[in-house]
């Protein structure tokens, strides 16, 4: 029997009769054969129902290491079902696709289009009911339908926004309805009876962003996302086949009145012919006459027939500009497409790179010698770099349409150069080619122009040169030219400036040096060529080139080497001082335009510590000395800032009396400066008053300013502004209200916000509190949300519908419990007209009543400083707090990791949503995630749809992290539900920051 089942026969049986114990053997022997033949047939039987699709399941018993197999043959049915429900799908979609393209092929007027591709859609999506709305003259009309009946007083004829097939129309979005109103107009009929529909799916047709018509249907069965998938894929396709139709009725219409023209012209020809045999008779004057009118007609003839041929002629002409619209659309479909996907592969292996190479260099445990924080600086030098040329890539369009912006600045030559030479000497070396750089005597130091735009020109110069040189020598010189091609005219000998590039690499042959700049064209375009890359770094380089005031050029011989040399002007001075497409109009008045206006010197100088000070952060001289010379009018010292950055260091080291601030600022922009004053214990006091040509008045008055203005302005309302500071200067006594009506509630807050220079009123209820703001003049207040039995909003209310300047003061609204969904509703849409503030904690009510009282840290109490530090320590808000990283890319979570650990967080990762969800449940104390969108099984987007549907998690801060980088990324993240949006690389310190603030919220 061992030797039967060594060959595989599971059928042997003993010839021997055992006797005594051998008899337990022989029956385990018989029952261990039983049961592995069983086993083998049942496998062998789910193996054929595998191979025909069947589902299968296992009807013998497995045992042992037998399970592992019905394990895998099972997995393997799921695997297989799931497969084969995909394909029938998209087998589905592609046969209603190919259905609809018949139907709507060949000449149909427009009403047999609708008739036709209504009841193809109703059959075909299984619906009872279909309607085909065409849209003319902001209406839409009824043309075809599909088992529908008319009944009397039902319209057939809607304006858009009107019911849900004009609100589809009005918001060109699919709509799809479960509970179909009662009333509602469409009803199914068979000869059983009529009854409403349980599902409406109701598809605007858009064509060319324009919306052609709307096709509505009724069911009783239930709508799959699959039917809607369908609807939204050929929505396309019918748009076409409207447009077509219109097109050819139009041509139909054309060629009638042509026809009736040509028939009225018969006509009086006829009547001409009938008029000339009456006056046959006549004298001979009349039969010249006669000839002249023969003469007219045959005149009128050429003319229509010239008529008709340039009919056919504009017929052809529109006909191919529609096909080339087509194909551009097209072609802008397949770029846009490609663009994000290019970033992602990208972006996702450069985060981590960006964040270890950041880590390493920082060097924190001091472990690395110099010359490995040296490597690791290059690393993180080349990574932004790389970082950069993506940028640019994305931004190819722009280039193409010359619609970069150019930064003039002052750079250092010496050092911009000192840098590119230790990014590219490393990779030289390990190509055994040597490098040199050599720099005239005579060449500046300082250069003006922009500095990232030439780093980027030398950059990929440099790359090409070492790329396709296997041995010798790449040159990078720096030197005045001894002559300028006579094709460049634009500039001088003596004022220009020359970077070469030089190699003795393969070079490049004659025919094939203009190709080089065209995008995407390289010497050797085959598929077996020996080097890599995309052929767009010579054609974004030689645009840069001109857009700078220069010019790029090439001297090259096959096998020989070549050098690519960058033209530039010495001076920028006789250039314009900006170069960008931007087509947007100047926000300030003509004379504050002007290039030659410089920022005078301010009184930083000559400061005493009893002076009165204004800081004017302005990056438009003009007018910040035309602010200057009021100050001084007014009796302040002024001091002056053209960015951002420097107005932040001015108001740190000599904390100005007041600050008058703009919005769009170099380097760092007007609300990031004001976040950053009052998140400091030493500047959160000064008081900020904005001067912007952009609105952002509520975002800046929720920071704490004191007042905002639209540019331009004139003087009547410069010296408002200077008046409002010297009011609030002098104003030593602040006034607050509050609204509590709970006796602990208000011992609670006049606790927390008392002060000796603080004088609090105390209403009871928001009829009283509203009638006191409409009366007197207050800083701030402070709203109870559980006043009145939890009906504390009934003040924003009032508030909000009152819209007069009195009730734009700011509230904190102080609640210890969660806001209901109708409060937080409340708040946000008050919020657009007042000031409003949130504080569920006595820390967060310091905080935000401190700030809007502009009270100086240093002056408060021991015990409110504590809980001003505790709102404002970075270190703390972060301390010990549990985060979930969710990203499918190893690399960027042990990136993100280390970074996050090392702020002494508790990390939590996950490598999809699904898995992410898990996380969640089993980890309660999570208090921020950070969601990676573009991943497998389930996406970024859907994950945090996913959260968002539990209550527990509705608060719960959300960060999207995508290495895509296309406009409308960060609109579908923040509708998919996330707080905020961060783009791959991850700048850590923007993460960290980020994270700060959510957690603080």
Not at 505 to 520: L, M, R, S, T, Y
Not at 611 to 619: A, S
Not at 645 to 667: F, V, Y
Not at 828 to 851: F, G, N, R, T, Y
């Amino acid at each position: 029997m061992s030797q039967g089942l060594v060959a595989g026969d599971l059928r042997v049986t003993p010839n021997t009769e055992y006797n005594g114990d051998f008899v337990q053997i022989k029956d385990s022997l018989d029952t261990t054969l039983s049961n592995l033949k069983f086993v083998v047939e049942d496998i062998v039987q789910i193996s054929q129902k595998l191979a025909k699709g069947q589902t299968v399941t296992a009807q013998a018993e497995y045992q042992g290491d037998f399970i592992q197999i019905k394990t895998a043959l099972e997995t393997a049915a799921i695997k297989l079902e799931e497969a084969t429900s995909k394909n029938t799908t998209q087998d589905w979609l592609k046969t209603g696709q190919t259905q609809l393209g018949d139907v709507v092929s060949g000449e149909q007027n427009m009403t047999q289009l609708a008739k036709n591709v209504i009841a193809l859609l109703a059959n075909y999506l299984q619906m009872s009911v279909g309607m085909f709305y065409i849209y003319e003259q902001d209406k839409l009309k009824l043309i075809g339908s599909y088992a529908y009946t008319n009944r009397k007083g039902i319209k057939h004829e809607f304006k858009t926004g009107e019911g849900l097939v004009g609100q589809t129309a009005l918001e060109q979005k699919q709509l799809h309805i479960t509970k179909v109103p009662k009333d509602y107009y469409v009803h199914i009929n068979s000869g059983l009876g009529t009854a409403l529909p349980n599902n409406l799916l109701i598809q605007p047709i858009i064509y060319e962003g324009k919306l052609k018509a709307v096709i509505e249907l009724a069911a009783f069965k239930t709508v799959t996302e699959t039917d809607k998938l369908l609807l939204t894929q050929i929505m396309s396709v019918i748009g076409v086949a409207i447009n077509t139709a219109e097109s050819r009725s139009q041509t139909q219409e054309l060629l009638q009145r042509s026809r009736q023209q040509t028939e009225e012209l018969q006509t009086q020809q006829e009547e001409l012919q009938k008029a000339n045999g009456e006056l046959q008779s006549q004298s001979e004057e009349l039969q010249s006459q006669q000839e002249e009118l023969r003469q007219s007609n045959e005149t009128l003839e050429e003319r229509t027939n010239d008529l008709e041929q340039q009919k056919i002629e504009m017929e052809k002409a529109q006909t191919a500009i529609t096909l080339k619209a087509k194909e551009l659309e097209l072609a802008s479909k397949y770029k846009s497409e490609f663009l994000a996907n290019m970033s992602h592969e990208l972006r996702t292996p450069l985060n981590s790179l960006l964040i270890l190479s950041q880590l390493l260099a920082e060097n924190k445990t001091g472990n690395l010698d110099e010359k490995q924080i040296e490597y690791a600086e290059t690393i993180n030098s080349a990574g932004n770099d790389l970082l950069t040329l993506i940028n640019d890539i994305l931004d190819l369009s722009k280039v193409e349409a010359g619609k970069v912006e150019v930064q003039w600045e002052d750079i250092s030559l010496p050092n911009l150069l000192a840098s590119i030479e230790q990014k590219f000497a490393p990779i030289a070396n390990d190509k055994n080619v040597e490098f040199n750089l050599t720099i005239a005597s005579d060449i500046p130091d300082i250069l003006v122009t922009d500095g990232q735009r030439i780093k980027q020109i030398i950059n990929n110069l440099l790359s090409n040169a070492l790329k396709f040189t296997s041995e010798g020598e790449v040159k990078l010189i720096v030197q005045h030219p001894t002559e300028i091609p006579h094709y460049i005219d634009k500039l001088e000998l003596g004022k220009t400036i020359i970077i070469s590039v030089s190699d003795t690499g393969i070079g490049i042959p004659k025919d094939k040096q203009q190709n080089i700049f065209e995008a995407f064209q390289q010497a050797d375009g085959s598929t077996s060529r020996s080097y890599g890359g995309t052929g767009l770094g010579l054609s974004i380089s030689r645009q840069l080139a001109r857009l700078l005031g220069g010019e790029l050029t090439l001297v090259s011989e096959s096998e020989k080497g070549s050098t690519f040399t960058l033209y530039l002007p010495e001076k920028q001075s006789s250039l314009p001082i900006s170069q960008t497409a931007t087509s947007e109009p100047p926000l300030l008045m003509e004379e504050y335009q002007s290039p030659k206006e410089v920022l005078r010197s301010d009184d930083r100088d000559n400061l005493l510590s009893t002076d009165k000070t204004i800081l004017v952060i302005e990056d438009d001289c003009k007018f910040s000395n035309i602010l200057r010379d009021l100050s001084k009018n007014k009796g302040f010292k002024c001091l002056s800032a053209e960015d951002g950055l420097t107005g932040l260091k001015l108001a740190e080291k000599h904390k100005p009396s007041a600050i008058i601030l703009d919005i769009s600022l170099p380097k760092m922009d007007g609300l990031t400066v004001m976040r950053k004053l009052k998140d400091k214990p030493s500047t959160r006091h000064i008081p900020v008053h904005f001067v912007s040509a952009s609105d952002q008045s509520m975002d800046a008055k929720k920071l704490g300013a004191i007042g905002y203005l639209i540019k331009p302005i004139n003087i009547e309302k410069l010296d408002e502004v200077f008046q409002k500071i010297e009011t609030f200067l002098a104003k030593t006594m602040k006034k607050l209200l509050v609204l509590a009506d709970n006796e602990a509630n208000q011992q609670k807050i006049m606790s927390l916000v008392a002060n000796d220079d603080l004088q609090i009123e105390i209403s009871l209820t928001s009829e009283t509190a509203c009638q006191k703001l409409l009366e007197m003049t207050y800083d701030c207040v402070i709203l109870d949300i559980n006043v009145e039995q939890n009906t504390g909003s009934e003040l924003l209310k009032k508030m909000y519908q009152k819209k007069v300047p009195a009730c734009k003061i700011p509230i904190v609204v102080y609640a210890d419990r969660d806001l209901t969904d109708e409060e937080e509703a409340l708040l946000l849409q008050c919020s657009e007209e007042i000031p409003i503030k949130s504080a569920d904690s006595p820390e967060h009510l310091v905080d935000e009543i401190s700030l809007f009282l502009h009270q100086i840290a240093a002056n408060l109490p021991d015990n409110k400083r504590e809980m001003l530090h505790m709102v404002h320590d970075k270190v703390t808000i972060l301390k010990n707090k549990n985060v979930l990283v969710v990203d499918d890319d190893v690399r960027n979570v042990y990136a993100l990791a280390t970074i996050l650990e090392n702020h002494d967080m508790e990390v939590v990762c996950a490598v999809n949503g699904k898995e992410s969800l898990k996380l969640l449940k089993s980890n309660p104390d999570i208090t921020i995630v950070l969601m990676d969108i573009m991943m497998p099984e389930m996406d970024g987007y859907e994950a945090i749809k996913e959260i968002r549907k539990q209550p527990k998690y509705r608060n719960l801060p959300i960060i999207a992290l995508t290495a895509k980088a296309m406009k409308d990324d960060k609109n579908k993240c923040i509708e998919a539900g996330a707080n905020d949006y961060l783009t791959k690389p991850v700048d850590t310190d923007k993460l960290l920051s980020l994270m700060r603030v959510w957690l603080y919220r």
